[in-house]
């Protein structure tokens, strides 16, 4: 069973900076990608940024030049750092995977389907 946690978020005034962590646990092998999704109040969860285990990065032009995602591939871990927050970024922030590779009784299985965390609230402002 793979779970992910998110933690970091928060109160922030505007201009201010958050670092936002996402840890995968479970008999995880590998991760092909992780990202990050945010869904503000009355709209659709939009894509914000995603990273892949070789080191790929993409952005949504929201973000681009203030948010930087980063990973930790050893401890499936995914981070991102928000810079220069702006109202427009309130939302509850989510964390994605897919792509896992697991283990199950000493076999290595592939997860199809993608998993969710639990979501982490960023508010910003003054």
């Known amino acids: 069973q793979v779970q992910l946690v998110e933690s970091g978020g928060g109160l922030v005034q505007p201009g201010g900076s958050l670092r936002l962590s996402c840890a995968a646990s479970?008999?995880?092998?590998?991760?092909?990608?992780m990202g990050w999704y945010r869904q503000a109040p009355g709209k659709q969860r939009e894509l914000v940024a995603t990273?892949?285990?070789?080191?790929?990065?993409k952005y949504a032009d929201s973000v681009a030049g203030r948010f930087t995602i980063s990973g930790d591939n050893p401890k499936n871990t995914v981070y991102l750092q928000m810079n220069s927050l702006e109202p427009e970024d309130t939302a509850v922030y989510y964390c994605?995977?897919?792509?896992?590779?697991?283990?199950?009784?000493?076999?290595?299985?592939?997860?199809?389907?993608?998993?969710w965390g639990q979501g982490t609230l960023v508010t910003v402002s003054s």
């Open positions: 990273y892949t285990s070789g080191g790929s990065t």
């Open positions: 479970g008999s995880i092998l590998r991760i092909n990608a």
């Open positions: 994605n995977a897919g792509g896992i590779y697991y283990s199950d009784s000493g076999q290595t299985r592939y997860r199809y389907s993608e998993v």
